[in-house]
């Protein structure tokens, strides 16, 4: 956790193309996020990308009609985020393709919802945010940095904690844990709550270094597919598998996608028809069936 975190503080002084390494951080953070949802309890949430653009707007209100400090305001950016999935916690009584679906949905309502023209004095509608007096890309990297860091500690606690494997028990076997004593409905909203947290602090983060942006832009359904992929791609329910879907998977659409993109997408298409056929459980799954033990 301590050498990602120190690589990506340290990198703009060294490489000059900050919004790369920016994006990077995002979705190192959004991975990590998917991780606790997906990897601890199997819920896999299509419409993730609504926490993020949740957590945006939060920051963006604040900032536009109370001039809140952005340091600030990145707390409405995790408060906006969590409201938001308390208000949709009674989702977690679906399961499988139906929670996934029913989630997308969710996040596309709330996008409808931000951008209606009549919202225009409050949100600014589908006309865009414009949050240039608070435009600072190098501090708001250094706060992405320790948004990571702070999903990355998450995880890191999940992976080591009686309630970590709480998560798990009821990931493999709801009745058995509930059985066990664990509180199923409990742990569950706890960890859908964790999860909109750190999407909600990416996504305030995200509209402070940007500075200006439209709806479609904080809700594109591109994080959370991105998110997902990378997350399954490096292998769920461990610390440095989303970290290494991350490294290799957006490192190669920076490579390949934007000079060439119809290879990438083929490249892309192939990676996951293979992964999905022999790594089911990412590549990290690969390290470990020759006994390494990996965090």
């Known amino acids: 956790m301590a050498p990602v975190t120190a690589a990506f503080a340290i990198l703009p002084s060294v490489y000059s193309n900050h919004l790369l ?39 963006s209100l604040l900032v536009m009609h109370l001039h809140a400090p952005p340091v600030l305001a990145l707390g409405a950016a995790g408060v906006s985020a969590v409201a938001l999935g308390l208000l949709l916690t009674p989702l977690l009584r679906l399961s499988g393709a139906y ?5 997308l949905a969710a996040s596309l309502a709330v996008l409808h919802f931000i951008s ?6 409050i949100t600014r509608g589908p006309y865009g945010v414009s949050l240039s007096g608070v435009f600072n890309p190098d501090l708001a990297y250094s706060i992405a940095v320790a ?5 990355l500690i998450v995880v890191v606690y999940l992976r080591n904690s009686r309630f970590g494997l709480a998560l798990q028990a009821v990931r493999e076997d709801a009745v058995s844990a509930a059985s066990a004593g664990v509180d199923v409905v409990r742990v569950r909203v706890y960890a859908w709550l964790i999860s909109s947290v750190i999407a909600g602090f990416a996504g305030g983060v995200y509209a402070w270094y940007v500075s200006v942006f439209y709806p479609e832009t904080v809700f594109g359904s ?22 290494v879907g991350v490294v290799l998977l957006y490192g190669v659409y920076n490579f390949i996608g934007f000079s060439t993109p119809q290879y ?17 459980q990412g590549l990290i799954s690969f390290v ?8």
């Not at 948004?147 to 999903?151: E, I, K, L, P, T």
């Not at 997408?265 to 990676?271: D, E, F, K, S, V």
């Open 21 to 59: 390494l920016f994006n990077f951080v995002v979705f190192l953070t959004l991975a990590q996020g998917v991780n606790v949802i997906y990897g601890f309890t199997g819920y896999l949430p299509f419409g993730y990308v609504g926490f993020f653009g949740a957590g945006a707007y939060g920051f």
């Open 99 to 103: 929670f996934s679906i029913a989630n």
């Open 116 to 121: 209606n023209p009549n919202l225009e004095p």
């Open 147 to 151: 948004v990571m860091a702070f999903a």
């Open 222 to 243: 591109d994080y959370s597919i991105f998110a997902i992929v990378f997350a399954l791609f490096g292998g769920v329910s461990t610390i440095i598998g989303p970290i």
């Open 264 to 280: 990438f997408q083929l490249i892309y298409g192939a990676l996951i028809i293979l992964l999905v056929l022999f790594l089911p």
């Open 288 to 295: 470990k069936r020759r006994g390494v033990d990996v965090p």
